[in-house]
């Protein structure tokens, strides 16, 4: 049901602490937890003993102990301790799962093992970057993973989910350019010459110190299995940020991964960051709580859309000229999961 062989977003590396965390990742049940020297591990939430999910249980220096009968599992998934035992069997064990942290992010790999190359974990730099600050969070959303992508894909409900902030009447109005290779598709559209809206507004007046007309930009490029980049920003009008100058601009890098975590449920971790007053840590703060604002309206029509979708099985639905970004992408992700089938086949 999900492609298998891709690095996930199990976690923020600041949500792992002193005790395990039970996440459904691709519906399996993962726990994830650090080791006494802070490598990440990721096992099978679920006790070979019992079943007692293990993000029930502690963490014991580089070991994880059921929180049921004791059992100890090191990070590969053996079981090296059953207290009332002296020697745990071969058979004692659970799954692992490869792991690695990178840019904030905690990525998991669910397929076969051997193919897990943490050179593809996805590229989302700019969360940890020098000369970028970071605002982010997760979002546990009630839809399938791929009708927030469809969502980004398509940045025209800015204007009707999102009318006080970011929305803006030309944006429906102004053409998009959707060009994709075997990796990425990507959706670019400029608005030029307009009075921006009002988060942009805010932005480039509390920056730049800008009132007047700007010239905007929305790039968005999905990565498979479920990455999106969206490259956003405004600029002063005629200031050249079309042919490459953003220098009378602020850019903001929101990066969204997606996490299936059964076929209707997944995990949407974001992160808005930025190149301009990075310093300025109450202009974090609102941004972080302005962009949860922004998402809650997108749950909200998201997740009727999916109890729709789920109610009425069957029902039909048109393609619009604005779908093209989301036909590729689930071309994409249907694709690499049969490619990866017939390998394993
Ligand atoms: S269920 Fe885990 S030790 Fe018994
Ligand atoms: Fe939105």
């Known amino acids: 049901m999900f492609m298998q062989n891709a690095w996930y977003a199990a976690a923020w590396g600041s949500e792992l602490n002193d005790k395990p965390l039970g996440r459904r990742i691709c519906d399996r049940p993962v726990v994830l937890y650090r080791l006494s020297d802070g490598t990440p591990a990721a096992l099978e939430d679920l006790c070979c003993h019992r079943l007692l999910p293990l993000s029930h249980g502690n963490i014991e220096g580089d070991l994880l102990v059921c929180g049921y009968h004791g059992l100890a ?22 799954r692992s799962y490869p792991i690695v942290e990178r840019h904030r992010l905690l990525w998991i790999w669910i397929g076969g093992p051997a193919l897990a190359d943490p050179a593809q974990v996805p ?30 894909l398509d940045l025209t409900h800015e204007t009707y989910i999102h009318p006080t902030s970011l ?27 307009h009075q921006p809206a009002p988060f942009w507004a805010r932005m480039i007046e509390r920056a730049r110190g800008w009132r007047g007309r700007c010239d905007r930009w929305q790039i968005v490029k999905f990565v498979p299995p479920s990455n999106v980049v ?35 449920t997944c995990w949407y971790f974001w992160s808005l960051a930025r190149d301009f007053a990075v310093e300025d840590e109450e202009l974090t703060r609102e941004l972080q709580a302005t962009v949860r604002r922004i998402f809650a309206e997108d749950q909200l029509i998201i997740e009727a859309q999916q109890r729709a979708m789920l109610e009425n099985p069957g029902a039909r639905m048109i393609n619009i000229n604005l779908d093209a970004a989301s036909i590729r992408m689930r071309r994409m992700i249907e694709a690499r999961g049969a490619a990866a089938r017939s390998q394993a086949a």
């Not at 053996?78 to 058979?91: F, H, K, L």
């Not at 929305?167 to 109005?173: F, K, M, R, T, V």
């Not at 959706?187 to 030029?192: A, D, F, N």
């Open 167 to 193: 929305g803006h009447d030309l944006i429906p109005g102004t053409p998009i350019e959707t060009v994709w290779d075997d990796d990425s598709v990507t959706v670019s559209r400029w608005i030029l010459d």
């Open 123 to 152: 590229d989302l730099h700019w969360n940890d970057a020098p000369g970028w600050a970071f605002a982010g969070d997760m979002l546990p959303m009630a839809c399938d993973y791929r009708l927030i992508i469809d969502n980004l």
């Open 230 to 264: 969206l490259d956003v920003g405004v600029a002063e009008v005629n200031s050249g940020a079309r042919e490459g100058n953003r220098a009378k601009g602020v850019t903001g890098r929101q990066l969204n991964s997606l996490t299936p975590a059964t076929a209707t």
């Open 73 to 94: 599992f090191d990070r590969t998934g053996q079981c090296v301790r059953i207290p009332s035992q002296t020697r745990p069997g071969a058979r004692a064990r659970v």
